[in-house]
């Protein structure tokens, strides 16, 4: 099925860095969301963004819909040690969620 | 308070034994997902139901199927599990299905086929 390309793949990182990870597509979408994903859990809705180039912030996390609409990028300001987990992108299309290949974050104190 | 509410958490089956996994959600949405996990992998779509109406995913295999009774609730019916269905299952709603709306998680449910 189809997915979208989000990089880094993993990233290790110290406690009080910022990070950044982003979502690419082939497609054109209306709604981009970011989600955060613990193990065994299911993903948790951190951002959605509605309009291309609308910038938006929850807390420490701020995330930007291209202007394209083909993209996306999630930034997570001082890390802290609970940010470690999956980080998914989804773009909506039509009576579907497609998701990124996530990136996964490692927060070293 | 939990919108989107899977139940159990944790299920066991024999092979080849079907098996039930249930969804309800509070939030009144008009679209449910299923949606498979496997390990560290992306979601992946299996079905989804807006109202009543039914649609399957063009891969998705014949031994999975789906009932939704009414608004809150969905199930997710695995005929003769095989070793392979193992994973974590998630079910997902959304106020419609036109691509302008967020979607909401269960907490999923992990099977495991023995």
């Known amino acids: 099925g189809q997915q979208l390309n989000q990089s880094p793949q993993s990233m290790f990182i110290q406690e009080g860095e910022d990070v950044s990870m982003n979502c690419t597509s082939s497609s054109i979408f209306n709604t981009w969301l970011w989600y955060k994903q613990d193990p065994g859990e299911g993903p948790v809705l951190l951002i959605a963004?509605?309009?291309?180039?609308e910038l938006t912030s929850n807390g420490r996390l701020t995330a930007q819909f291209g202007i394209t609409r083909k993209d996306s990028f999630l930034n997570i300001s001082a890390s802290i040690p609970s940010d470690v987990g999956i980080y998914f992108c989804a773009g909506a299309g039509t009576y579907k969620y497609i998701f990124g290949t996530g990136t996964r974050l490692k927060v070293l104190a | 308070d939990a919108m989107v509410i899977q139940n159990p958490r944790y299920q066991v089956t024999q092979f080849g034994k079907p098996v039930t996994l249930s969804c309800s959600q509070t939030l009144n949405h008009n679209v449910m997902y299923w949606y498979q996990q496997k390990s560290s992998q992306a979601p992946k779509l299996l079905f989804h139901?807006?109202?009543?109406?039914?649609?399957n995913e063009a891969d998705t295999p014949d031994n999975f199927q789906s009932r939704r009774p009414n608004t809150s609730f969905c199930f997710l019916d695995i005929r003769s599990p095989g070793l392979g269905d193992a994973a974590m299952y998630l079910c997902?709603?959304?106020?419609?299905?036109?691509?302008?709306?967020?979607?909401?998680f269960g907490q999923g449910t992990r099977l495991t086929v023995v």
């Open positions: 963004l509605y309009k291309a180039g």
């Open positions: 997902a709603t959304s106020r419609d299905g036109g691509g302008f709306t967020e979607a909401f």
């Open positions: 139901y807006y109202d009543k109406d039914f649609n």
